[in-house]
Structure formats: C-alpha cells, structure tokens
C-alpha cells in the first residue's frame, strides 16, 4: 500500500484504523482476524506501546480448543472462576423465564446468564459475540450450575455510520477501493485494476447485501473462505460437511430456526465435500434462494442470510484458466446442487482461478479498517436499500431475463454500498460497479448453456455505456486442442469424434476414437475408458464382421488383424450404446484407408444388423460438437425433432439424420 495513503488512513480513521499486517503474525491462528486486530487496537489505547508478545500469550492463555473441553470444566470445578477468549451466544428462554449462553467450545454445557447481562449485550443473541468470558461454578444443595458472571466484547456492534459515511469524501475512489481491499487483509498492489478490486469486493457482497447467492471456483490456496470469515462473526463458515433442514433451516424438535436465522451470510466452504442428503433440504434451499422464505413443517418464516458457495477447480497447465476438460464448470457441486434450478438461482459467479495464491506478497501491508468494525458497517450497510434503486434505475440492461436483473441490481447494489456509502455516487463508479455486476452474472448464463443449451441460448448481457469485458475467458477463449484443428482441417484415417453426455452432470462434450489394424487378432480397447464404452466397441466390431463385406471388408481380413481402439479425451465412463456408429465407422476407416471426413462428429447406437438407433442429450451433443469447431454432425433420424430447441446452434452447425450404418458411412468416409 502506498505509505502516504496508509498515513492518511491512520489520520482520519483514528482509532478504527490498524496495521494489518500485524494481526497476520504467528501465534494469531487461532482467533478470527477481527478478535486478534481488536485485541491489537485495545493494545495501544491511548499511545501506550504493549507487545505483539503479550497479545499473543493473552490468546494463548485464555482461548481453549474444543477437545480440552473437559480441562476447562476440571479447572472451573476446582478453582470456581474460568475465563476463557470465546464466541459467546445467548438465547432466551421463555417457558423458564431464563437466558442460557452457548460456547461453541464447550458444547452441550449448559450455562445460566443474568437478565441484566443478556440485556446488556442482546447482540449475542444475533449470532453471537466474541469476547471474555468469565464462568463461575456454584455448588448448592439442590445441584451445581455454571453462570455467566462477567463478559467484555471483543467486538464493536454499533459503528457510528456518520463518521464513515463523511470521511469517505476525503478519498478519491482509487484510494477507497484501495481502503477496502488493505481493510479485507490483501495489498491492493495485487489487483492491479479497478475491476479486479471489485473482484476481490465481491467477495464481500453476501455480507453488505441480503439475499444474494454467489459462488466461487478456483485453485487452492486463494482464500476463497479466508476473507468472510475473519471479517465477521456474522458469518457461519460449513466447510465439507453434512448439511441437514435442522441445522440450516429449521429445528423441528427444538422449535427454532436454524443458521440461517442467525447470521447474515454462510459461507459452504469445500462444496464438492458437502453432502446434502436430504433431497428435503435442496427443495428448500431453491425456494429460500428465490424468495427468502423458509418454509418447514407449516412455519414459514423470512431471513435476509446470504450464501457463498465455494469450492476448488483445476486449472490448464498455465494456470490462467480452468481446465478444457470440463463440460461445464459447475460440475465440481455436488449432483444435488449440479442443477440449473439450484444454478440460475446463483446470482454472480467469481473467477477464483484470477485470484493469485495467498502469500507475503499478497497479504496488506499497510493500514485498513479495523476488521469488526468495518465488518459491522458493511452488516449496517446492507439494511440501506437506496442503493438497490440506483442500479435499477441507472442502467437499462438488454437480453436480460428477470433473473439476470435481480442478480446484477443485488451485486451492483452490494459494489455500491462499499464504493458509496455516502450516497454520492459517480458515473464512473455506477458503470464500474454494474460493468463487474454483469461479467459475474454473465459468468451464471454461460455454465447454464452448457448444462442445458436447449433451455438457455447464447446472449450477451448488456447496457449502454458498459465497460468492455477484460476476462480472457469471456472474450473468446480458445477451447480448441490440436487434436480439434486436425480433425476440422485434415481428412484423418482411423480417427472420429465422438459426443457424450456426461453421467451425473447431463452436460455435452467430446471425444476421440482413434482405430487401427495392427498385428495379432481379437479387439483391444486402450486409454481411459469405462465398462460401458468397452462393450459399445465390442457391439461396434461384432457389427463390423456382419456387415463389413457390404463396405468393402471381409470378415475374414478383419480377423487376421489385431483392431486396437485408443479412446482420447473422455477421462471417465461416460455414454456406452450411443457412441457405436462412431466406434464402427473409425474402425472401417482403419481397415479400409478411407478417410474421415473434416469437421466431422457421430453419435448414435448400432444395432448387428447395422441400424442406427436413438440417444439421449442430443442438444447437448450438438452444441459440443459446435464449440469444437466440427461443421458436420451425424446423428440418428429419431432424435432429428430434438434440434429445435437449439435453433442458434444449427445456425452454425450442418445436421445429418441418418437411419443405417449404409448412409453414415457414404457420408463420413471420403473414397
């Protein structure tokens, strides 16, 4: 960070500004940011200088991990009085007219909290605080209780938002996009534009802004998670784990509800290892994610909790962008979230693999916000709904479903609030904001192509005056190997693409068969492969040997030659009966010395006697076979009428219907 900005936020913020780099210090690990930075700040009140030492032992000495449970109750037992560095919840309850807290670290251990003290702090009712517990132990004649004697915040709850909103006009908005990215705990150095800092915001947009679902892919070590839950207590962090109706929605046999009432965004962290075995529990997480109803058992109760789905992805080899292989990108959810309902629900879709990998040089290096307070601004900012009216009224966007305008006025509402949150908001800045908004939901619409491209056509996400769109991936990347060049240029012998489907995502991608005689006898199927594409091969060369002598093949030569198939590309089982035209036609090609066709891709079963048969997903099949680049597709006369639904596709594509192996054979071999 430039070292006079860094002085000029010390300067104005005061006490609300802090050196971030020193809450990232060893020992700080085990506390979120915000306690450590708080811890700091209280450190040094009134100009007196105590070491980064004694903050570190005081969280060493007073913070507890949740499998010493048992040490903690022995010394409370024993000594009478604990204190302990914890997130403190409180809950009121009415059929006993009491309050209990809750201490995630001593779970299940009931303790008794003073009316007084639960009044006074009611924020702990709200998803808790964290700050200093102290317990005391009171054996009495009836039974021994724990009570809550003594709590002090380690948190700020109510910023006053007067002060942040008039000292945001004295920066201009380069040095407040700086601000907010040093205040996040990254060095604003790292995003070198302004759109990449917004990148990095939106991360932060479940937290400023309800109701919105976002989702992030990208490598490992970027931090996906890292940012919201080191900001905020408000945050519930699920990281690859079991999630039930109970515990995110509603508690049936406890009668209250559940995360999702109690925080104000929920971070699914390693989604591909969380499991969402109640199908009950997708119904309604579609329903919340549309409407911010939670509806269970006759309750139906409203929340304004965000999501953030996350999750690892892999890259290319240059590590620029995600790997070809992938039909669609959101095929790494788990197969119950893997939905275009659950998908078009999504409102923004980060780029994580433009994020570089958490290291000294991307971390602040330099003054920020202090991070419970500004995490409590931004929770404070998210109530303001003047925001979401000027996105909405200050772009006119163009091929935009109603979705699409909910998605983009959410997310450009939430760059707002952290770009404007006194209001005076600039062209400049309403662009920006809507520009990154767009390219996020654009993100959403281009996967949900690729799942179902008959349902979603291609369209660009649009308004006037929008800022050109700077991701590699969106400005027509390149998919095409050299395996595609070859096969859209060059007549190939033995080689012929084959479409697929894949088997948990439905999406369309495409394949290699590569055929040739070679030495020996039988049939050997090589490369990656699944049981059911082996025995698609093996119909394709039984086949062969009834119907070869019609396409100028003996049985007999067939048999004196080893048929050796190589399957490129497809890396796991995928369709078996309907890639066996294209198996037979490669392994023709091979005996014969005829050559494929250029531009050519096949699907379709085979029957002994040499008809071809329908198969399924051939929208999907035909929009891969397009953005590979082949002009020529063969496909089953039965399944001609599903090609309706992709009318755009067709547009680029030349469909043949074919009813025999006689007709795919004069159409997809040369003489």
């Known amino acids: 960070m430039d070292p006079r900005l860094s002085e000029k936020v010390q300067q104005v913020f005061g006490p609300y500004a802090v050196d971030k780099r020193e809450a990232l210090q060893a020992g700080f690990e085990r506390m979120p940011r915000f306690v450590t930075e708080f811890l700091i700040a ?82 702990t009712m709200f998803g808790g605080l964290w700050g200093s517990c102290t317990l005391r132990y009171e054996a009495l ?139 009950n529990l997708v119904a309604m997480m579609k329903d919340y994610m549309e409407s911010g109803q939670i509806a269970r058992a006759g309750k139906s109760l409203t929340s304004d909790c965000s999501f953030l789905f996350t999750g690892n992805i892999d890259l290319e080899a240059d590590g620029l962008m995600p790997r070809k292989e992938y039909v669609h990108l959101f095929e790494v959810l788990p197969k119950e979230l893997c939905d275009t309902a659950i998908g078009d629900r999504i409102h923004g879709f980060i780029p994580g693999w433009e994020f570089p990998k958490i290291s000294e040089k991307v971390l602040s290096d330099g003054a920020g916000l202090l991070s419970d307070y500004f995490g409590e601004v931004l929770c404070t900012l998210r109530r303001e709904v003047n925001f979401d009216d000027a996105m909405r009224n200050g772009i006119n966007l163009e091929a935009a479903t109603q979705r699409d305008k909910v998605a983009v006025e959410r997310i450009g509402s939430g760059f707002l609030k952290m770009m404007f949150p006194d209001g005076q908001i600039s062209e400049e800045g309403l662009v920006l904001a809507a520009s990154v908004a767009v390219e996020l939901r654009q993100r959403v619409h281009n996967q949900l192509e690729r799942m179902a491209p008959g349902e979603y056509r291609p369209k660009a996400i649009t308004f006037a005056g929008m800022l050109p769109m700077v991701a590699a991936d969106l400005a027509g990347r390149n998919e095409r190997t050299e395996h595609d060049v070859a096969a859209n240029q060059s007549p190939q012998v033995g080689k012929i693409t084959i479409l697929y489907t894949h088997p948990s995502t439905g999406g369309g991608g495409r394949g290699f068969v590569e055929c040739a005689l070679v030495p020996g006898s039988g049939l050997e199927v090589v490369g990656l492969r699944g049981d059911a594409l082996q025995e698609s091969v093996k119909a394709a060369y039984n086949a062969l040997l009834y119907l070869g002598d019609k396409f100028g093949l003996p049985a007999e030569r067939l048999r004196r030659h080893k048929v050796t198939v190589h399957l490129v590309d497809i890396a796991t089982p995928k369709d078996g009966p309907s890639a066996g035209l294209a198996f037979a036609l490669a392994m023709l090609s091979a005996a014969t010395n005829r050559p494929v066709r250029p531009g050519l891709a096949v699907t379709g079963e085979l029957s002994l006697m040499g008809a071809v048969g329908p198969v399924g997903g051939i929208a999907e099949k035909v929009t891969a076979a397009e953005r590979a680049g082949r002009t020529l597709v063969l496909l089953p006369a039965e399944n001609a009428g599903e090609l309706r639904v992709i009318p755009d596709v067709i547009g680029r594509v030349h469909v043949e219907p074919v009813r025999t192996m006689g007709e795919a054979v004069a159409l997809a071999l040369m003489d």
């Open 42 to 123: 209280k450190a040094r009140e009134g100009g007196k200088e105590r070491s980064i030492a004694e903050v570190r032992d005081r969280i060493q000495r007073f913070s507890v991990d949740a499998d010493r449970k048992n040490d903690v109750v022995h010394r409370l037992m024993r000594d009478g009085t604990v204190t302990l560095i914890a997130l403190l919840e409180i809950q009121p309850r009415p059929s006993t007219n009491s309050y209990e807290a809750r201490i995630a670290q001593l779970d299940g251990y009931h303790i008794d909290v003073d009316a007084a003290l639960a009044d006074k702090y009611r924020e």
């Open 141 to 279: 004649p009836a039974g021994a209780r724990t009570v809550l004697e003594d709590f002090t915040a380690f948190q700020l709850t109510q910023p006053d938002m007067d002060v942040f909103r008039k000292n945001r006009s004295q920066f201009t908005m380069d040095e407040w996009l700086d601000l907010l990215v040093s205040s996040a705990g990254y060095r604003p150095e790292a995003f070198p534009t302004p759109r990449h800092k917004l990148l990095v915001l939106s991360r932060l947009v479940p937290l400023v802004q309800s109701n919105v679902n976002m989702l992030e892919l990208g490598p490992r070590g970027t931090g996906k998670s890292y940012l919201l839950r080191n900001l905020s207590s408000r945050t519930y962090l699920l990281a690859g784990a079991r999630a039930t109706p109970a515990a995110l929605m509603y508690d049936l046999s406890r009668r209250e509800v559940g995360i999702i009432g109690k925080r104000k965004a929920i971070v699914f962290d390693e989604i591909a290892s969380t499991t969402f075995s109640d199908s």
